[in-house]
């Protein structure tokens, strides 16, 4: 591969149309999970879709498409600790999970970011610890293979920052000294996003050789929590957050092999029925007939505006929105479409021969949820179907 990375940005001059539908519901054909789902990690090996952690704890079910009568299907325990936030990419007919954060130990005082990573055999159902540690916290961060023999990361938490914070806020009771709580609350979350130190490369890590290598610097703000979608070697990382509670509507590809990789395309249009778009994190994202389709996601509306009057702590006061709207980008130009049946984000999403396939998820309740929907574009809008 050629490592150069030479910054390009093709911003065609675009604007968003806007189609709004009524969602259409047919009769029942997606499994429920049988469990719910959210800040999980998901997979596919060939017609075989992997979801589970998170919420969900150590337990990891397995859907095949070519089978669906079976249902959602228990496969073997997560072999390590319980882990929310993890990063989840195939090579082979093995699903590797890298990161995410939680407790060492049930009796801990205080959760971590994992540097750890795990390998499962689909084939045999077994679970392994590999011998390698992630180099940089990679919590939030999104992932795919784009040669079936390399994972290429993006974004992703600094682990000793937000270690620190943890521990930090968790030794700290906030009923006994609420003063020293809040200021360590305001001092993590009052700071400018460059600040926090999240990773900005782009990082390979090769199964067969264990090696990580650095490929090159985005030149984009690193985020995390973006929603990717791969076709061949090109991803494309949709949104996610610049910092903690605070969105960027950013639309971005990045083409594996590519002397120029990266390229900018339009943002996300703003919703309908709200003055600006947010951005979102933890969206749904897939390609349907010839279209990419994006759905729900969470963020603070009203964050944005707060941060452009210099409120470092943006979100302060704002509740978290789960939110329905779906996007279409046809063409290089995003329109608005079907809204789900409800505000949803956090769950594992697939491309599939039918459309794109969102799986569990949290609610605006904050439940983990069960439901399976697929989304498919008709030509005029995305059909919404259970």
Request: hydrophobic fraction near 40%; aromatic fraction near 12%.
């Amino acid at each position: 591969m050629n490592k150069r990375y030479l910054n390009s940005f093709a911003m065609p001059f675009l604007t968003a149309s806007l189609f709004l539908s009524t969602a259409t519901f047919a009769q029942e054909q997606w499994p429920d999970l049988p469990v719910g789902m959210k800040s999980g990690i998901s997979a596919q090996v060939g017609s075989k879709l992997y979801v589970g952690l998170g919420s969900a704890g150590q337990e990891f079910y397995m859907l095949d498409l070519a089978d669906m009568k079976k249902g959602w299907q228990k496969k073997a325990d997560f072999a390590g600790p319980a882990r929310s936030g993890a990063t989840a990419s195939v090579v082979g007919e093995e699903i590797y999970v890298f990161g995410g954060s939680g407790k060492n130990h049930s009796s801990d005082a205080t959760p971590i970011l994992f540097d750890t990573v795990y390998r499962y055999d689909a084939k045999a159902n077994k679970w392994a610890l590999v011998n390698t540690e992630t180099p940089v916290g990679l919590l939030g961060s999104a992932s795919y293979s784009p040669d079936n023999k390399q994972v290429l990361f993006f974004g992703g938490y600094n682990k000793g920052f937000f270690d620190q914070y943890l521990a930090d806020i968790n030794a700290t009771s906030k009923k006994d000294q609420p003063e020293k709580w809040q200021k360590i609350v305001d001092d993590y979350m009052g700071m400018k996003p460059l600040d926090y130190q999240w990773n900005s490369n782009v990082i390979s890590y090769t199964p067969e050789t264990g090696v990580w290598e650095t490929l090159g610097v985005s030149p984009f703000m690193p985020n995390c929590g973006s929603a990717l979608v791969q076709k061949g070697a090109m991803a494309t990382l949709v949104s996610g957050e610049i910092k903690p509670g605070l969105r960027t509507s950013e639309v971005k590809q990045f083409s594996f092999g590519a002397e120029q990789p990266w390229m900018s395309l339009h943002d996300l249009p703003k919703p309908a029925d709200q003055l600006v778009q947010e951005g979102v994190a933890g969206a749904f994202a897939g390609e349907s007939n010839g279209v990419m389709i994006v759905a729900g996601g969470a963020n603070f509306h009203g964050a944005k505006e707060a941060f452009e009057q210099g409120k470092m702590f943006a979100h302060n006061g704002f509740g978290k929105a789960f939110n329905p709207e779906t996007y279409v980008l046809k063409g290089g130009l995003w329109s608005q479409s079907t809204d789900l049946p409800y505000g949803l984000a956090y769950g594992a999403s697939f491309t599939t021969d039918k459309g794109v396939l969102i799986v569990g998820g949290e609610d605006d309740k904050r439940a983990a949820r069960k439901e399976v929907y697929l989304l498919s574009w008709d030509g005029k809008a995305v059909q919404v179907t259970n």
